[in-house]
């Protein structure tokens, strides 16, 4: 495929990608919501290299959603949880510890704010009661800003770290919507922010021997939310004033 065909094939799907999205914006359903949740935070890293169940560790989120149009929703949330990790906790396929986990032999504990925007695509219309469903999938993907207040400790000489650490993160993720009635939803979900840093566990800051100094962090996020649905609505073009 040449350049000069490539491009013009990226301008007609933009063309029709925008075409939808204004399309469904003209009809927009005009509503808001404002939400809690309850879950799990886990962190992967240099003391996790692997996503793992049991270091999900407990956090609550705030939100308040905007739909623009029927499938494009903007959100912003606000989420605060626990987060560990521990180098013992690290096996391999022989069943034993990795021998740099071994070697190294640090753990972390501590909390995280993840403050984030976000824009969420709904696949249904699941707020109109006339509907027979009244439920959605959804994607996400953002943008966040995060503080990390974690103490890294461990035997090896130095390195003992305690600070707070401020960085930039990028969340995706998928999730699913209920309508339980005219106002209140259900909400489940599940997603990863990929850190642009890789001083959450401060592992970075020691001898390249025990750091991998070419990833950087992730921390994920998965819980189920309660939100109540605002309705505006529109006064007749005929009717306003001028």
């Known amino acids: 495929m ?3 065909l490539l491009f013009k094939t990226l301008l007609v799907c933009s063309v029709q990608a925008g075409s939808v999205f204004f399309a469904h914006a003209a009809s927009a359903q005009n509503t808001s919501e404002i939400g809690v949740g309850l879950g799990a935070l886990n962190y992967k890293g240099d003391l996790a290299p692997e996503y793992r169940l049991l270091n999900n560790r407990p956090a609550v989120s705030a939100f308040y959603r905007k739909d ?12 605060y949880g626990l987060i560990r990790a521990n180098d013992a906790d690290v096996i391999g396929e022989n069943g034993n510890t990795v021998p740099l986990s071994a070697y190294r032999q640090a753990s972390m ?14 696949f249904f219309k699941y707020h109109n009661r006339r509907d027979k469903v009244h439920l959605t999938p959804y994607v996400y993907v953002g943008l966040a800003g995060f503080i990390a207040f974690t103490k890294t400790t461990g ?26 009635s005219r106002h ?3 909400g489940l979900e599940t997603g990863a922010r990929k850190a642009i840093t890789d001083l959450i566990d401060h592992v970075k800051d020691q001898s390249p021997a025990v750091a991998n100094r070419f990833d950087q962090d992730w921390y994920y996020y998965t819980g189920v939310s309660v939100s109540y649905t605002f309705y505006k609505i529109r006064c007749p073009e005929s009717y306003q004033s001028e």
């Not at 623009?68 to 989420?79: D, E, H, M």
């Not at 504990?109 to 709904?122: F, H, I, P, Q, R």
């Not at 600070?163 to 209920?178: I, M, Q």
């Open 2 to 4: 040449t350049k000069q």
């Open 68 to 79: 623009i149009s029927v499938p494009i929703t903007l959100r912003g949330t606000a989420t």
């Open 109 to 122: 504990k501590g909390s995280l704010l993840d403050v984030a925007g976000t824009v969420e695509y709904n």
């Open 155 to 180: 035997p090896l000489p130095g390195f003992e770290q305690s600070s707070n650490t401020l960085g930039v993160a990028v969340p995706a993720g998928v999730g699913l919507k209920l309508a339980l």
């Open 184 to 186: 209140w939803n259900l």
